[in-house]
């Protein structure tokens, strides 16, 4: 069975405080992990695609990378409007053109001014 | 543009009442479209997805249906709810890139 695991919980910063969220996954056949960005009674917004294992891509204060069992959201100096609800997700292909995605249960992120 | 559109953000249903909540994309052509429920300190949970016009696979077995009637409308239904049916639920499309998700619906069933 796929699962996505994030960590921490939840996690409180200073603004200005750097660090990162884990995503751990234990998948068959990786098609691509994602992070998204959700804010309080919304949809989670896009951030980032992420396809191998070595692949990085930044988006102003965030940066995701990949490795063969976990991907990091790297958060530098960050502002009171990074508070938000960070979600991982796998692809893996169910059947015929059909993929399946996958979250982890976020961590909730707080930046105090 | 593409865009897609959940209707309504809000519901209060008493429980034993039916229900249907919309989802249509713009913007694309036979779209693969997704319900997604998110329950408080769950992770989102896939319910149901579409490949196409009348093909619905269900993911877990439970109180609610879906149904695809036209091409770029994905219905969620149940014909009583239960309490257990309350949460926020987000309608998805598969992109090239991603998932994009719909501003989503709180349910809930008192």
């Known amino acids: 069975e796929d699962q996505v695991t994030q960590s921490p919980e939840a996690l409180r910063l200073q603004e200005g405080e750097s660090s990162s969220l884990n995503c751990s996954y234990t998948v068959s056949g990786l098609r691509g992990l994602f992070w998204y960005r959700q804010d309080p009674g919304k949809g989670p917004e896009f951030l980032f695609t992420?396809?191998?294992a070595g692949e990085e891509k930044e988006k102003e204060r965030l940066k995701a990378t990949l490795t063969k069992k976990e991907s990091f959201l790297h958060i530098t100096a960050p502002k009171p409007e990074d508070s938000a609800t960070y979600l991982c997700a796998v692809m893996v292909r169910s059947g015929g053109s059909n993929y399946k995605l996958t979250f982890g249960k976020g961590t909730l992120l707080t930046v105090n001014p | 543009s593409q865009t897609i559109h959940q209707w309504p953000a809000t519901l209060v249903q008493p429980v034993g009442s039916p229900l249907s909540l919309e989802c249509t994309v713009e913007?694309?052509?036979?779209?693969?479209l997704y319900w997604y429920r998110q329950a408080a300190g769950r992770g989102l949970q896939l319910l149901f997805y579409s490949v196409g016009i009348g093909q619905i696979s269900s993911e877990v077995p439970q109180n609610l249906s879906a149904s695809r009637p036209q091409d770029r409308q994905f219905i969620l239904s149940s014909k009583k709810l239960l309490l257990s049916d309350s949460g926020f639920y987000l309608c998805?499309?598969?992109?090239?890139?991603?998932?994009?998700f719909g501003s989503g619906t709180r349910l809930t069933v008192v």
């Open positions: 992420l396809y191998s």
């Open positions: 998805a499309w598969r992109q090239q890139y991603g998932y994009t």
């Open positions: 913007g694309t052509s036979n779209p693969n």
